[in-house]
């Protein structure tokens, strides 16, 4: 099935629900007889009283009069009173402010108890929280024992071993540092349950979603939360449980559902940024990112024009920054070591000075690799020995760890994420699959285009927006993968594009083509060039005549990289080849590239001395799957590292040469 259908329950469901038209009149009418002659007009209680309205026009409110308009025609309903009117100024940012102030807190807990009183408006704030239904389906369970803490602590130690164990190398070694609960710390911990079956069967709303229940125990928790910061209080919310295990633990009826367990207490500070943040643990995501006008995608905040993801990104597309790429290149010259005898570690170490504005720079972990996997109509060409269906094959071997990136990924301490921007079948839903298909695969490119120009950019969004998902959970590298049978020969027709060479230089044996079968698909990247005679100064249009959805989705993620700042080690032929569109796109962009290694595609050189860069690691591989990539890794961070804690001559007191 194609990325975009929908299914509405079964058709039979469907049909039965359809709306007579006949029967649908009569409903109608018979509604508008039973409805009140005068719906709008406010019943004398409610009418506003004058002072109100005259508040409103004043403040340009929506009771405000437009005095241009004249008076309004006899025949007009008589105009609504003002709206009810929200909080004064102070009021509203009073509530803003504890809003903003909120953290969650696991650090600097005080031992003094809490007041029965403040605790008790702190629940009571919680009570009033909404609730499918109005179900209140939350209970609190108070628990101040030492001897249940301690039961409890030691269910959440278990579930962090388990947690730590899971993580790549370096994300484990970041979490070593983190705090992730107070259980012991505070004087109170309150368990905040949900009871699904609370308003018997007919609970109205939580028919069609039973997850309302423990929504409406989350807002219970929020508005707790709030009202604790207000009291000066510290909340800190722990997760890392197996849920029936702390049910079972804390003796609680077996049909209740733990929705939170509160750590809280009186506190030393309350930090302005979220504790994560500032362990580099994640960062804040804007406000833009998120708000879409109308329809998905479609980004804008209110009362701002719609943007476009591809635009927004291109803007905060920036050069490497001088005054930290100098500093880099002066203390380079004053470390411990002959000048220049780090070779082409000391470039890199500028570049990522240039990136971060900051000298020295920091070191690029933790890191993820991104594998964007699709398939390619010109596989039915016989240009790859392999089926298409190895393709998505692949995906589920990298999802259950068995590939050789995998490996890779654990020995450099990476983390590995696929994205499906254009695999031709339906995958099952995995931890660390990103579903975001924009098509099954493209088509034949020998014939037509390989997809539409829209398809390309929705493409290139894939991977802007992966690079921002990537970043914005606190990766500081992000590495380029891709898979996808047949992928080389698209590659080889993009390299060729953008470099000008002939299809003979840049197309390689992929996967394993005997030397008929390279011939084959030499005169198959000729055959489409001719035929589309792609102009290179239209990226979209070459990508959407020859491209393929993995290659647009790593330019889109390169282009993603450059805006944030974050450099993006490339792997082989098919990265060279989406680095080549997004400099088509955005030639500051290859500011951002660090060129893993050397790939045996004859394409990739090609690609490699057009977008002027050195490929750290040469090993032959022809591998793809972002292999290269990971084994340039530990480069990249030994050369930020060595900026960093290298000692000068001066500190070191050794004498230099001069
Ligand atoms: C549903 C939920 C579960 C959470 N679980 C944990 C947890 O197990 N351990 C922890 O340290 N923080 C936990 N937190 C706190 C978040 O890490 C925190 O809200 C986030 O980093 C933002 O920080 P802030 O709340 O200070 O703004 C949880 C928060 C929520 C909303």
């Keep these: 099935s194609s990325a975009s259908t929908c299914t509405a329950g079964s058709g039979a469901a469907a049909e039965a629900v359809a709306p007579d038209p006949a029967v649908q009149v009569e409903a109608d009418e018979s509604v508008a007889a039973d409805e009140p002659v005068a719906a709008d007009e406010p019943a004398a209680d409610d009418a506003p009283r004058a002072d109100e309205a005259a508040e409103a026009t004043e403040a340009g409110g929506p009771g405000a009069v437009d005095e241009g308009a004249g008076a309004p025609a006899a025949e007009e309903p008589a105009p609504r009173g003002p709206a009810a009117p929200g909080y004064d100024e102070a009021e509203r940012e009073a509530v803003h402010r504890l809003m903003r102030d909120r953290r969650d807190i696991r650090n600097g807990f005080r031992p003094d108890p809490i007041p029965h009183e403040v605790l008790l408006r702190v629940l009571e704030a919680a009570h009033t929280a909404p609730s499918v239904g109005h179900s209140q389906p939350w209970d609190f369970v108070i628990i101040r024992s030492e001897e249940t803490r301690t039961r409890v602590h030691e269910l959440a130690q278990r579930q962090r071993e388990v947690y730590a164990q899971s993580l790549p190398r370096a994300r484990a070694k970041q979490f070593r540092e983190l705090k992730i609960e107070a259980i012991l710390d505070t004087p109170v911990n309150i368990v905040v349950t949900a009871d699904p079956t609370r308003g018997g069967r007919h609970t109205l709303g939580r028919h069609t979603q039973p997850q309302m229940a423990p929504y409406s125990s989350a807002l219970a928790v929020e508005n707790l939360w709030l009202a604790a910061r207000a009291e000066g209080l510290g909340v800190g919310w722990v997760s890392f449980f197996d849920e029936r295990e702390l049910v079972c633990s804390l003796d609680l009826p077996d049909h209740l559902e733990v929705v939170a367990y509160l750590c809280v207490g009186y506190v030393d500070e309350f930090p302005e ?89 920091p070191v690029p972990e933790p890191a993820a690799v991104a594998i964007f996997a699709g398939d390619h109509g010109v596989h039915a060409r016989g240009v790859s020995p392999w089926p298409r269906e190895v393709t998505a094959q692949m995906v589920q071997n990298f999802l259950a760890g068995g590939a050789v990136c995998n490996a890779f990924a654990t020995q450099v301490g990476a983390e590995v994420c696929v994205v499906d921007v254009g695999v031709a079948a339906d995958l099952p839903p995995g931890d ?70 002939d299809p003979a ?7 394993g083509v005997d030397d008929a079968g390279h011939a084959h698909k030499v005169d198959v990247v000729r055959r489409a060039l001719e035929f589309h005679r792609p102009d290179p100064t239209d990226p979209l249009g070459v990508v959407a005549a020859v491209g393929g959805l993995e290659h647009a989705a790593l330019a889109g993620f390169i282009l993603g990289g450059a805006s944030l700042r974050v450099p993006v080690i490339l792997d082989g032929v098919s990265a060279g080849a989406a680095a080549l569109i997004a400099r088509a796109i955005a030639p500051e962009a290859v500011s951002v590239c660090v060129a893993g290694h050397r790939s045996a595609e004859p394409g990739h050189m090609a690609a490699l001395a057009a977008l002027g860069l050195r490929p750290l690691v040469d090993l032959d591989l022809r591998l793809g799957e972002g292999t290269g990539a990971l084994l340039a890794l530990p480069v990249v961070q030994s050369a930020a590292r060595a900026l960093r804690e290298v000692a000068t001559f001066d500190a070191a007191g050794i004498t230099d040469k001069n």
Excluded at 505 to 511: D, F, I, K
């Design 505 to 511: 230089e840049v197309t390689g044996r992929g996967t």
């Design 432 to 501: 660390g699959l990103l579903p975001r298909k924009v098509r099954p695969g493209t088509d034949d490119f020998t014939v037509g285009p390989a997809m539409t120009r829209e398809e390309a950019v929705r493409a290139l969004e894939v991977g802007i927006e992966t690079a921002r998902d990537l970043v914005s959970a606190g990766n500081r590298a992000l590495l380029t993968g891709e898979m996808g049978i047949a992928n080389t020969t698209v590659a080889a027709a993009l390299t060729a594009v953008w470099t000008g060479a």
């Design 273 to 361: 940024e979220p504790e994560l943040a500032r362990a580099g643990w994640s960062k804040r995501r804007p406000l833009s990112w998120v708000v879409h006008e109308e329809s998905y995608g479609r980004r804008a905040l209110p009362g701002a024009e719609p943007h476009d993801l591809l635009a927004e990104t291109l803007a905060e597309i920036r050069p490497l920054d001088a005054r930290a790429l100098g500093e880099a290149w002066e203390r380079q010259k004053r470390m411990t070591k002959p000048a220049g005898a780090l070779g082409a570690l000391e470039i890199l170490a500028a570049q990522l000075c240039g990136l971060s504005r900051t000298c020295p720079p």
